[in-house]
């Protein structure tokens, strides 16, 4: 009875094909490699907020305008609703620092804190360290740590009772919870009780309007809901029913105004893939969606250079088969046979890639800012989907070079019309799909990274260079001192004391009112002091030398102006049909970058007084030695506060932030685009190398009638290259269509210029000439009388 799979034949057959072994072997390896880490991501960032017990019950109040509410909302809509079981209210504020500790700390230390409603952790499954979730923060001076920081104040020692003081106010430890992770909240230092933080505290008592019922304030106030077992809570308050609630009954005026819209429910597992707010992490769907759809199509590149190879080696394996036919193998044997071939070359290749995946794990955690790794995702579920997916693999990539193989006759072999049968139709047709991808890769690799630095490059309409900015920590009583102190420092041309920084500060607040006509306006307030404009290069448009009553001066900027109407000559605006009230207009002052480029300038209300209670500092250097004289200053900053608590960057950093996941994005693409060039290439030169083989009785008689070198080269290599214009026909609107949906999310966007089609285009091409031009070389020059013989 024959064997049904030949290991020693296989194995010979491998020692004589080194170049398709190796390409085949390279190419399923990387991919495996990039589809293990990816899935982990992708299934880590699919699952986020799942640890929590009651996450089909959670939810989070929103609408289009974003998820910040008044604080008093939450308990008004409780009280409406009983399907409602819970709520809870989250804030954060960064810049609060605590005073030294007796005995553990000998310097104060910074803090971010988390203002809540005790409900929190009965509401969150956040697991506890020390203490217990239901007794934490139940009395004013609660305060609860995460592990990290109350390793950091008290090192191993229990945290548990122990006494913490900030701007006075004295607290005890009651808990101390697991750092938060796997959650779209970012992780704090210090969580508080919102109420009581706002009774204790005269500044945060300002910030969120000092009112627990306060309903018409625009604070940065998260709301989650928690609904009672058995009730619909999503479909009870429905956008009609939310709409009807806050038009009606609480009357809150950004919805009477039709200032918001759409309020709505969302589900706690949505959150995180829907939006970021203050405080809390995202990430995007079209990213997630863009990773897991290229690296599918890397795999399916060493997929279709398995093919081709395997097709390309048919007529040189066409012996060996009729052999093992006239030895008494069946056609399903010898099926089941090179599918086998298929399933072991794709089993070592995932062993290299798991070799290969250890290895480049700390760079691609370090790229897409995560923490999974193989070790903590080697779960028995996971280890089962990938072996099933691996034979999947190595079954369906052996499924057409078998069909080939097995469909032959054993006379056609022994006639030698085989090989001129294998017309090599299949391959051409996956190498022009293969080119469509790696253009359709280059061209939009090509047109993200343009898109970056068109958005680094362009003119924001504020100097970035040589401005520092840094958090204040002065009071309104220190920062002249300071100021003084500041500008002592060689190299140091201005400092000034802003509330908000366009693209980095959160510090504005939208300025809401109506006309004396009834109109609707929203504008931003900017509250800054009067070396604002000359620390950012801001030039005034227009001057009218008037001021408020109380000395202060208020400026607009160009689109607020033409926005609310107002004439050419304007000194002065009235707002509010009852009051009538007037501010007094200083001046016009140009647009200028508000945000990303994910969204247009603001309307911009900028309140100039030298006395603006700040939380951050602006620096503009001059000279040549900016990280020099950035030196002291931050040894300047550090003695005055009494610690190491500079940390002043230069405003082209912070503006550079704002791109980081988009820089991410565009790192991953460039990563795929050069894998797909490779595998692709790769692919290309066996693919050459066994086309040459088969066409070269048809170069020997074509140089033999009297063909030129080059004349032959020209036909060889224009053959490959016309694969690649049909590939790039094909590209071509599938780059435009995919860009041009990706583009339309920024306000401000490059056009989809020829250029970007062209490039993706001549690198195709040119990597195509390179790769066969070798082989089409060799096959001009080879003795035509070796080719006849043979």
Not at 658 to 675: H, P
Not at 739 to 765: D, K
Request: proline share 3%; charged share 20%; glycine share 8%.
């Amino acid at each position: 009875m024959a064997r049904l799979f030949h290991f020693r034949s296989f194995w010979n057959f491998l020692g004589r094909n080194k170049l398709f072994t190796a390409i085949n072997i390279f190419g399923f390896a990387v991919s495996l490699m990039f589809v293990l880490l990816l899935g982990l991501y992708v299934q880590d960032e699919l699952s986020v907020d799942s640890f929590h017990e009651n996450k089909e019950r959670i939810y989070r109040l929103e609408a289009d305008d974003g998820a910040q509410f008044a604080p008093g909302l939450a308990p008004a809509m409780a009280a409406r609703y009983p399907e409602i079981e819970a709520w809870t209210r989250v804030c954060t504020k960064d810049g609060y620092t605590l005073d030294p500790i007796a005995g553990y700390t000998d310097e104060t230390v910074d803090a971010k804190i988390l203002l809540t409603d005790s409900s929190f952790f009965s509401i969150f499954s956040f697991p506890f360290v020390e203490g217990n979730p239901a007794t934490a923060m139940h009395t004013w001076d609660d305060v609860v740590l995460t592990e990290s920081f109350a390793r950091r104040l008290f090192g191993h020692e229990p945290a548990m009772g122990k006494m913490i003081s900030t701007r006075g106010i004295d607290y005890t430890v009651s808990g101390v919870v697991r750092d938060f992770e796997h959650t779209h909240f970012r992780n704090p230092d210090m969580i508080v009780p919102i109420d009581n933080w706002l009774r204790s505290s005269k500044t945060t008592r300002s910030f969120l309007a000092g009112q627990m019922n306060t309903l018409n304030d625009n604070a940065d106030i998260l709301i989650y809901f928690q609904g009672r077992r058995n009730a619909d809570l999503s479909a009870r308050l429905d956008t009609a029913e939310l709409n009807r609630c806050f038009k009606q009954e609480l009357r809150l005026r950004r919805f009477v105004e039709n200032i918001s819209g759409n309020p709505h429910l969302n589900r706690l597992e949505n959150i995180y893939l829907d939006r970021q707010d203050p405080g809390t992490r995202g990430n995007s769907p079209i990213y997630l969606l863009i990773l897991g759809t290229t690296v599918l199509v890397i795999l399916l590149f060493a997929v279709i250079n398995y093919i081709n190879l395997s097709v390309a080696q048919s007529g040189f394996r066409a012996q060996e088969a009729a052999m093992r036919l006239l030895l008494g193998s069946t056609r399903g044997q010898l099926f089941a046979s090179y599918v086998t071939e298929s399933l072991l070359i794709c089993s070592v290749s995932f062993v290299l890639a798991l070799l290969f995946a250890s290895t480049v794990e700390p760079w691609f955690q370090n790229v897409l800012q995560t923490k999974v790794s193989l070790s903590e995702g080697a779960t028995a579920e996971n280890i089962a989907v990938v072996l099933a997916g691996v034979v999947t693999i190595g079954v369906a990539s052996g499924l057409v070079p078998a069909y080939v193989l097995t469909r032959f006759k054993p006379i056609d072999v022994v006639r030698g019309t085989f090989r001129r049968k294998t017309k090599m139709v299949y391959s051409k047709v996956l190498i022009v799909f293969q080119y469509v991808i790696t253009i359709v890769l280059i061209g939009c690799s090509v047109a993200i990274v343009r898109q970056l630095d068109f958005m680094r490059h362009s003119d924001l309409g504020f100097d970035t260079e040589q401005v520092v900015v840094c958090r204040n920590r002065c009071t309104a009583e220190q920062a002249a001192g300071f100021r003084d102190r500041l500008m002592q420092i060689p190299g140091v041309e201005v400092v000034s004391f802003a509330h908000t920084i366009p693209g980095v500060g959160d510090g504005s607040g939208r300025y809401i009112h109506t006309d004396i006509e009834g109109q609707f306006h929203g504008i931003w307030a900017y509250y800054v002091d009067t070396a604002y404009f000359p620390a950012l290069g801001i030039e005034p448009l227009r001057e009218t030398g008037q001021r408020q009553p109380d000395g202060s001066r208020i400026w607009l900027n160009r689109r607020a102006w033409n926005d609310l109407g107002l004439a050419p000559d304007a000194v002065e605006y009235t707002k509010g049909q009852e009051m009538r009230h007037k501010f007094i207009i200083s001046g016009m002052v140009p647009d200028f970058s508000t945000s990303d480029f994910t969204e247009d300038t603001y309307s911009l209300l900028i309140h100039v007084s030298p006395d603006t209670e700040t939380g951050y500092i602006l620096i503009r250097l001059g000279g040549t030695d900016l990280y020099g004289t950035m030196d002291k200053i931050g040894e300047l900053y550090n003695k005055e506060a009494g610690g190491n608590y500079f940390d002043g960057r230069f405003l082209q950093q912070e503006i550079d932030d704002m791109y980081r996941s988009q820089e991410r994005m565009a790192q991953m693409i460039r990563t795929f685009s050069l894998l797909a060039i490779l595998i692709s290439a790769l692919g290309m030169l066996a693919m050459s190398t066994y086309f040459m083989r088969q066409r070269a009785q048809e170069v020997a008689v074509r140089k033999v009638f009297g063909a030129t070198d080059r004349e032959v080269l020209v036909r060889l290599i224009s053959g490959f290259l016309k694969l690649v214009a049909a590939a790039f026909v094909v590209a071509v609107p599938a780059i435009w269509y995919l860009m041009n949906g990706w583009l339309s999310g920024y306000a401000y966007r490059i056009p989809l210029s020829w250029t970007i089609f062209a490039a993706a285009g001549a690198v195709a091409f040119v990597i195509a000439f390179g790769t066969v031009l070798w082989q089409s070389l060799k096959a001009t020059r080879a003795n035509p009388v070796l080719a006849v013989r043979d």
